[in-house]
Nanobody
Framework: QVQLVESGGGSVQAGGSLRLSCAAS????????MAWFRQAPGKEREGVAR???????????YYADSGKGRFTISRDNAKNMLFLQMNSLNTEDTANYYC????????????????WGQGTQVTVSS
């Protein structure tokens, strides 16, 4: 099973930016989805963005409304890394952010992803 380790979280003021990273150990072949989720205190975990890959190619990306226009998901296949560039952060983006993987194309719902990292905390202050 692929191990996922997130990094890049921290504290930032509203309007600032952060870039989250997810290092994956172990190769992934065929078609697979990689995604970012987040969970704020007292709230359910929600999907933020998903990237669909096939071997070493990116097939498509998808963003939940919460990140559309502000977040960018990307993949570096050579380094086996997943990234989430977050711009124009606001206090509602404060959450623990998780990287996850799934076989094939799956909707951006946490029940569809079987492999998770430990998360990295993002705190946005006003």
């Amino acid at each position: 099973q692929v191990q996922l380790v997130e990094s890049g979280g921290g504290s930032v003021q509203a309007g600032g930016s952060l870039r989250l990273s997810c290092a994956a150990s172990g190769a992934m072949y065929g078609q697979y989805s990689m995604a970012w989720f987040r969970q704020a205190p007292g709230k359910e975990r929600e999907g933020v963005a998903r990237i669909l890959c096939e071997d070493y190619s990116v097939r498509d990306t998808y963003y939940a409304d919460s990140g559309k226009g502000r977040f960018t998901i990307s993949r570096d296949n050579a380094k086996n890394m997943l990234f989430l560039q977050m711009n124009s952060l606001n206090t509602e983006d404060t959450a623990n952010y998780y990287c996850a993987t799934a076989r094939g194309w799956v909707p951006l719902l946490d029940a569809n992803f079987h492999n998770w990292g430990q998360g990295t905390q993002v705190t946005v202050s006003s």
